[in-house]
T-cell receptor, first 113, second 115 residues
């Protein structure tokens, strides 16, 4: 069965720390992997990754994909309390010619001052 | 519109009643997705449309759930004979592309509570 697994499920760190969130997947006909940040309202898009080994970066956030080992990491450096959120990983793949987008269960990140 | 709009934001209903949840996607977006999200979980796929065509409804839990997008814009998710286990946040998302998901823009969701 195709699936997306995120780890850890929950993480509590102090402001200024660096965190690494993991997303592993088992799907056939992979197309892309996406990261979202979900605070109180709707998930908001962070990155879309399609190629292995190419880092995507936005400020203190960065992400990379390993299509051989079937995982992605999301790094946040110099964390701030505003980074507290649930981070969702989603994988797009094709099955029987139709595209599907499946989310992991999310990592709840809490940044303490 | 400027973003994906969902209504109602909150819906409380009695078991056995039918509910209709509406999604107004970003203007011009080809794809529209419905997800259900339980507390502490990631979004669970229900169904999606490209234009007015329902491409995949494999995530709909049972035949009490249905969705339509008759004119390729606004979509309605209908749950008939609601049950308590249907209580969840129902999220709609749209995407500008039809062939590759790309970035999804999510609405703020409709929280359904079935008593």
């Amino acid at each position: 069965e195709d699936k997306v697994v995120q780890s850890p499920l929950s993480l509590v760190v102090h402001e200024g720390d660096t965190v690494t969130l993991n997303c592993s997947y088992e799907v056939t006909n992979f197309r892309s992997l996406l990261w979202y940040k979900q605070e109180k309202k709707a998930p908001t898009f962070l990155f879309m990754l399609t190629s292995s080994g190419i880092e995507k970066k936005s400020g203190r956030l960065s992400s990379i994909l390993d299509k051989k080992e079937l995982f992605s990491i999301l790094n946040i450096t110099a964390t701030q309390t505003g980074d507290s959120a649930v981070y969702l990983c989603a994988v797009e793949y094709l099955i029987q010619g139709a595209q599907k987008l499946v989310f992991g269960q999310g990592t709840r990140l809490t940044i303490n001052p | 519109g400027a973003g994906v709009s969902q209504s109602p934001r909150y819906k409380v209903t009695k078991r056995g009643q039918d509910v209709a949840l509406r999604c107004d996607p970003i203007s011009g977006h080809v794809s529209l997705y419905w997800y259900r999200q339980a507390l502490g979980q990631g979004p669970e796929f229900l169904t999606y449309f490209n234009y007015e065509a329902q491409q995949d409804k494999s995530g709909l839990p049972n035949d009490r759930f249905s969705a339509e997008r008759p004119e390729g814009s606004i979509s309605t998710l209908t749950i008939q004979r609601t049950e308590q286990r249907d209580s969840a946040m129902y999220r709609c998302a749209s995407s500008s592309t039809g062939t590759h998901t790309g970035e999804l823009f999510f609405g703020e969701g409709s929280r359904l509570t079935v008593l």
